[in-house]
Structures are given as C-alpha cells and as structure tokens.
C-alpha cells in the first residue's frame, strides 16, 4: 500500500504563488507516474498535472499550462506542483495521486492511490 500526504496549501492573493508537495510512504513510487488533482466547490474533480516516473514527461491541463510545474524527486519519494500567476479559478482541493501503469495518465480510473487533498484558496 501507499499512503500520499499534501501539503503546502493555503490562501494565497491573486498573482502569487504556492508549492504543493505529496509524500510517499508504505512503499517507493520512483517507478509510479504521479499526478495532481483538484476539486473545485461544486465541481467534478479535474486532472492539473502529471509525471513520469523518470520526471523526464509531463502533461498538463491547458488551463494551468504555463503557470503550474509539476516535478519530482525520487530519493524523497515526494512530488511537487509549483504554482505560479494564481487565479481564483484556481481555488480548489487538490489532490495527489500514483499510478502503477501509464506513462504521465491524465484520467482519474489510471491511478490506484490518492491522498487525503490541501486546500488551496486564491483571493481576489
């Protein structure tokens, strides 16, 4: 089993800036792509982020392109969102996941375990 744990969020002013991070436990996901998450109030939960296990392929939505970078760091065992240019569309929960197969998945059925979530909440 893994176990993922966010943090890193918070409120944050439109134009600024915020780092998420999610932790790996229970076992290593060097060799599982990543991705991030979020669920705005009242909305569907929607695919920001994805990595490959190397970290050599990303993937985002086109709504954060440009703005988010995802990474990660493999000897941590840990994944993060950069998160620049913040909107208050961006506000939402977001979320952490790893998927055993697929190279950087952008749907939700593609990962196997997910965290608990970090609010995020960008004031206008």
């Known amino acids: 089993q893994v176990q993922l744990v966010e943090s890193g969020g918070g409120l944050v002013q439109t134009g600024g800036s915020l780092r998420l991070s999610c932790t790996a436990s229970?076992?290593?996901?060097?060799?599982?792509?990543m991705g991030w998450f979020r669920r705005a109030p009242g909305k569907e939960r929607e695919f920001v982020a994805a990595v490959s296990w190397g970290g050599s392929s990303t993937y985002y939505a086109d709504s954060v392109k440009g703005r988010f970078t995802i990474s990660r760091d493999n000897a941590k065992n840990t994944v993060y969102l950069q998160m620049n240019s913040l909107k208050p569309e961006d506000t939402a929960i977001y979320y952490c996941?790893?998927?055993?197969?697929?190279?950087?998945?952008?749907?939700?059925?593609?990962?196997?375990?997910w965290g608990q979530g970090t609010q995020v909440t960008v004031s206008s």
């Open positions: 996941a790893a998927a055993r197969w697929g190279t950087a998945p952008i749907r939700i059925a593609a990962y196997d375990y």
């Open positions: 229970g076992r290593t996901v060097s060799t599982y792509a």
